[in-house]
C-alpha cells in the first residue's frame, strides 16, 4: 500500500494558530473537514485492513481498527523518539486524525441525526475554540481529531493501548441523548 496521506489543510489556513482565525476561516476549515472525512476514512480502513461492512458490529470496527492503528504508531513512520520520549511524525498526526474522523462518522451514523457538526465559538478559552466538534452530546461537545491525537499520544507512552477508540465510541455514543 501507498504512504499514508499527510493530514494538510488549505494552505492559508495552515499560516495562522486556529484560535486567530476568523468565523469564515473556521468554517473554510470546518467545510474542507468535511469534504475531506469520506476519502480520508476509507483510505484509513483500507490501509488498516478493516472491512467495514453493514452488518459489522461498529464496536468491532473501532476495535480492530484502534488495535491495528496502535501497531502502526509504534512504527518509524508515524513515530520517533525526541530526546527521551516518543513523539507523533507528520504521518503519526495524520492516522491518529483520521482514527478520530472514522469516531466521528460511526457516532454520526448511528446519532440518528441528534448530534451535528459545528465550529465551537464560545468560551474563547476552550482548547477547541474554531476548530469544528460535534454537538448535541448530554454535556461537552466532542472535538474528536484532538481528543484522537490526545489518545495516540497516551499510546506512545504506554499509559493507553488500541483499545482507546473503541472505549471512546462507547463513551461517546452512551452521551447521546435518547429519544
Not at 469520506?38 to 484502534?66: C, H, W, Y
Not at 484532538?146 to 472505549?167: F, T, V
Request: charged share 30%; aromatic share 10%; glycine share 4%.
Amino acid at each position: 500500500m501507498k504512504e499514508y496521506p499527510l493530514f494538510v489543510p488549505p494552505l492559508e489556513l495552515c499560516q495562522k494558530n486556529a484560535r486567530d482565525w476568523t468565523l469564515q476561516e473556521a468554517r473554510q476549515y470546518r467545510d474542507w473537514l468535511l469534504a475531506s472525512i469520506d476519502e480520508r476514512v476509507s483510505f484509513l480502513l483500507k490501509f488498516l485492513n478493516v472491512p467495514e461492512t453493514k452488518n459489522q458490529d461498529v464496536e468491532e470496527i473501532m476495535s480492530a481498527a484502534g488495535k491495528k492503528a496502535a501497531q502502526y504508531l509504534q512504527q518509524k513512520e508515524f513515530s520517533e523518539c525526541d530526546t527521551e520520549k516518543k513523539k507523533l511524525t507528520d504521518r503519526g498526526y495524520a492516522l491518529a486524525a483520521d482514527m478520530g474522523l472514522l469516531l466521528a462518522k460511526l457516532l454520526l451514523k448511528e446519532s440518528r441525526h441528534k448530534i451535528r457538526w459545528s465550529v465551537l465559538r464560545r468560551p474563547k478559552s476552550e482548547i477547541s475554540y474554531n476548530l469544528p466538534v460535534l454537538e448535541g452530546f448530554k454535556l461537552n461537545p466532542l472535538e474528536p481529531i484532538g481528543g484522537s491525537i490526545a489518545e495516540a499520544y497516551g499510546i506512545l507512552r504506554e499509559r493507553k493501548d488500541g483499545n482507546i477508540w473503541r472505549d471512546s465510541y462507547t463513551y461517546w455514543l452512551d452521551q447521546i441523548p435518547s429519544d
